[in-house]
């Protein structure tokens, strides 16, 4: 076995800590999450009292002054053991990242020690109905009066939609300059006009509350503005690479997860006469999934390595992305079929597994987007430029 080398004792001490409150707190209350379609509030608030909210964020700001791999662990536990519902990650690792890295010092003092309690829950609210993958192409408008600015508009699937106590909006402040019209808001959900939509009904991840969100001649003051006016755009794109390593931890821990599930499963399982594990079938699916899994474990860590350096660029991150992804989904399927009928049963995590995975291949930037982003790299450094499509 290959060690992970990225973690120190801290860090496995952190771990533990981790995985206990996960196994009381989230577990056993999981399946009932998932049939009210989201998490109750006051999950945020213990995790938040355990130092599991906003690890990276420093102490002058409520947090504990971290370094990533104290949110990776996080992120990782969650996923192994199948606990999909709490949007922490999108709080801790974009939501506070924004803030962190675009925000006044009013706003970093206003927002981070409640998103470090749990106290409040932050959200972000990019994808529109028309605009997904491309964001140049939002429609919710913000326009100026005075010292404040107007929203108009409307997302869809926003991750904490329903639980949210503010949102990072992306607008457009001038719908003729394209990438170079959108900005950032914080909005709060408390002002009037701010109406929470349906939280829509998915294939998978049903304990997330995932919303419609509408915005209706809401007045939010100008200093609500995140970075300069005319910059958001920018601004999302310097934090892609960091949205993409996130899915890929995520996808990486879930196929080691899989893995481990059905080899127990497959060693205890009689099929004529014999265990499955026994059948050469089952030998060579799991050796190629298990080999395919360290390459995805090392070249993951390696890249949080980068990106805690500051060096992790965006193919390398779309590279990541792209191949863990297409792993988790591979991965799950093959191991569903090892376990057979009960493998289509929800009550097997092998099941609920299988249906959680399926947006990972959309969440971040679609497979396709990586595959360009990859490709645009590959033909610039022979010095030609492909066409843009579109």
Known sequence: MIERTIFREEHHIFRESV???VDREIVPFHAQWE???IVPRELWLKAGAEGLLCCTVPEEYGGMGLDYLFDVVVFEELWRSGASGPGFL??????????LSFGTEAQKRQWLPKMVSGEAIGSLG???PHAGSDLKAIRTRAVRDGDDFVIN???VFISNGQLCDFVVLATKTDGSAGAKGVTLFIVESNRPGFQRGRNLEKIGMKAQDTSELFFEDIRIPATNMLGQEGKGFALMMTKLSQERLAQAIRSATVVETVLDWTVAYT???SVFGQKLANFQNTQFKLADLKTKATVARVFTDRCISLFMEGKLDPVDAAMAKMFTSELHCEAVDECLQLFGGWGYMSEYPIARAYVDARIVKIAGGSIEIMKTIIARQMFAQCGFALAKSG
């Open 19 to 21: 995985r206990r409150f």
């Open 267 to 269: 060693s205890d399982r």
């Open 126 to 128: 990019m994808t529109e």
């Open 35 to 37: 049939k009210d379609g």
């Open 153 to 155: 508009g409307q997302k």
């Open 90 to 99: 999108i709080h801790t690792d974009l939501v506070a990242t924004y803030l």
